[in-house]
C-alpha cells in the first residue's frame, strides 16, 4: 500500500472528475485541485473554452472544499502534442491528439508537477479506466509494475486513450470511476449539488478546434497543397481538392459537381492525389492487414513477442469500434498486425490498441494498411484472392523475415 499524505487531482470542470473529487473528498485524502490550461488561443468568436471550464472547475470546488490551482501547460501541449498533430497532417496521417495529450500532458507534464511541485504521493483522474492496483492504489505494491484495465461501464471505457502512457506515472495514478457506470456518475452529481456540472453537455471531439469546421482549422496551420481526386477505380481525375491534409481515410470526400458519393481511400503525399471510390462500402477502404511503427507496452512486451511468436490478442483503433481477434508479429521496423476479419479504413496515424481479456497491452502508430480487397481482387476471384494473401502472410512468418514486408 501507498501512504498518501497529499493527492492531486486534474479537475476539468466537467462531471466525471467532479465526481472523483467528491469520491476522495469523502474518503478523507488531503486533496488538492489541478486545472490544466493547455491551450490559449480563442476561436473566432473571440471565446478560450478553457476560462468557461475553469470557472466550472472553481465552482465544483468551492462546494467541495478543495484548493484549486490553474496551471499553464500550453507549451508541453503546443510542442509535444500541437507539432506532432500539424507534422502528421502533412504527411497524409490523421492522428489521435488526446492519446499524446495524456501521454505528454496529463500522465507526464501535470504527474511531475503534482510530484516535484506540489509534493503529492499520487494524482487522480476522471477517466474511465482500472488498474490492478485499485481504484484508491490499495493494492500498490513498490516494486511491480502496473496493468492497465478495461473500465466496466465498456461504452465509456477510456483505456484507448491512455494506450501511450508510461508506467512511472500510471503506477501512481488513481482512477476511481473505474467500477462505475456514466449514468451512476451523474446520478451522483445530481444527488450531491453538482446538478448543473451533471447537465452540461460533454465536450465532443478534438478541444481546440472550437465552432469552426476541420478544413478551416488545419488551413490555418497547414499550407494548403492542391491535387486531383482519383476514381481508383477508372483512374479518372473526378474532381479537386485543396490539400491532403483536409481529408482522412474512409472519409466522404464532398467532391464539387458529382452526383456519386465518393469516399476516401488512400493519399499519395508525392503527387497530392487523392484516390477515391464509389460508396461507403467499396473493397479498396476494406483491409486485414496492418503495418506499425514500434510499440509501447504498458506493463511488458508480452511473453508471445519475447519468445519470437505471435502474440495472439484483440486489436481496436477507434473508440467507437468493436474489438477484433488479432495476430501480432514483430519485425525490426514495428508490427505487422493480421486482422481475424477485415476492417475499413484503417487510418495511417491513428494508434493500433491490442487487448488481452481485460487488460490493455499497449499500442503502435498505424503506418499504413496492408493490401485492401480491392488490391487483391485485381485478376483474380475472391477466394483465390484471400488465399493469395494468406500464402505470402504465411511465407512471411515463415522465413521470419525481419522487415517489413511490402506487399
Ligand atoms: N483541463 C483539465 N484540467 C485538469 N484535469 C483535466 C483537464 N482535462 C481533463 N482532465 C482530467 O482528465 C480526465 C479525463 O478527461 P477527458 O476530457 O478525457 O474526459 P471527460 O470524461 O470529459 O472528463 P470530465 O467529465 O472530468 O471533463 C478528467 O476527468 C480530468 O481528471
Redesign the pocket.
Known amino acids: 500500500m501507498l501512504k498518501i499524505r497529499k493527492l492531486v ?10 465526481v ?1 473529487s467528491l469520491f476522495l473528498k469523502n474518503k478523507g485524502y488531503n486533496v488538492e ?6 491551450w490559449d488561443i480563442r476561436d473566432e468568436t473571440g471565446v478560450c473554452k ?1 476560462d468557461e ?2 470557472k466550472d ?1 472553481s465552482v465544483i470546488c468551492e462546494k467541495l472544499g478543495i484548493p484549486l490551482l490553474r496551471v499553464n501547460f500550453v507549451k508541453q501541449y503546443w510542442n509535444e502534442v500541437f507539432c506532432d498533430l500539424l507534422k502528421e497532417y502533412e504527411t497524409g496521417h490523421t492522428p489521435n491528439p ?1 492519446v499524446l495529450c ?1 501521454r505528454y500532458v ?1 500522465f507526464d507534464a ?1 504527474y511531475h508537477y503534482a510530484r516535484e511541485d506540489l509534493n503529492a504521493d499520487a494524482i ?5 479506466a482500472r488498474t490492478n492496483f485499485g481504484p484508491y492504489l490499495e493494492y500498490y505494491k513498490p516494486n511491480e509494475d502496473v496493468h492497465l484495465l478495461k473500465a466496466m461501464d465498456e461504452r ?1 471505457d ?1 483505456t484507448l ?1 491512455l494506450c501511450q502512457v508510461k508506467q512511472k506515472a500510471l503506477r501512481k495514478t488513481m482512477f476511481p ?1 473505474g467500477n462505475y457506470m456514466k449514468t451512476e456518475v451523474k446520478k451522483i452529481a445530481m444527488d450531491n449539488g453538482l446538478e448543473e456540472i451533471a447537465k ?1 453537455k ?2 465532443m471531439g478534438i ?1 481546440f478546434i472550437g465552432t469552426r469546421d476541420f478544413p478551416n482549422f488545419i488551413s490555418e496551420y497547414v499550407n494548403n497543397k492542391p491535387g486531383n481526386f482519383i476514381d481508383i477505380e477508372s483512374g479518372v481525375t473526378v474532381g479537386t481538392h485543396k490539400g491532403i491534409h483536409q481529408w482522412t481515410l474512409g472519409q466522404r470526400s464532398n467532391i464539387e459537381g458529382q452526383p456519386i458519393a465518393y469516399f476516401t481511400v488512400q493519399k499519395d503525399v508525392k503527387t497530392n492525389n487523392i484516390y477515391v471510390a464509389r460508396g461507403t462500402h467499396h473493397p479498396s477502404l476494406f483491409t486485414d492487414l496492418l503495418y506499425t511503427a514500434h510499440p509501447h507496452w504498458i506493463h511488458s512486451r508480452p511473453p508471445e513477442l519475447e519468445n519470437g511468436d505471435l502474440l495472439e490478442c484483440d486489436f481496436k483503433f477507434q473508440h467507437v469500434e468493436e474489438f477484433i481477434g488479432c495476430q501480432v508479429y514483430e519485425s525490426n521496423k514495428g508490427l505487422i498486425v493480421l486482422l481475424e476479419k477485415t476492417r475499413r479504413a484503417i487510418t495511417p496515424g491513428q494508434f493500433a490498441v491490442f487487448y488481452k481479456g481485460e487488460e490493455c497491452l499497449g499500442s503502435a502508430k498505424i503506418i499504413q494498411g496492408g493490401p485492401s480487397l480491392f488490391t487483391l481482387n485485381c485478376g483474380r476471384n475472391v477466394s483465390n484472392a484471400w488465399r493469395y494473401k494468406e500464402k505470402l502472410f504465411n511465407n512471411f512468418i515463415n522465413n521470419n523475415e525481419r522487415r517489413i514486408c511490402t506487399m
Do not use: P, R
Not at 487531482?9 to 467532479?18: E, H, P, T
Not at 487522480?124 to 474511465?128: D, K, R, W
Open positions: 487531482i486534474g479537475i476539468s470542470g466537467g462531471v466525471d472528475s467532479a472523483t485541485g489541478v486545472f490544466m490550461q493547455n478553457s471550464d475553469y472547475a488526446d495524456n496529463k501535470f487522480a483522474t476522471g477517466h474511465y465509456k477510456q486513450f470511476l452540461k460533454e465536450s478541444c
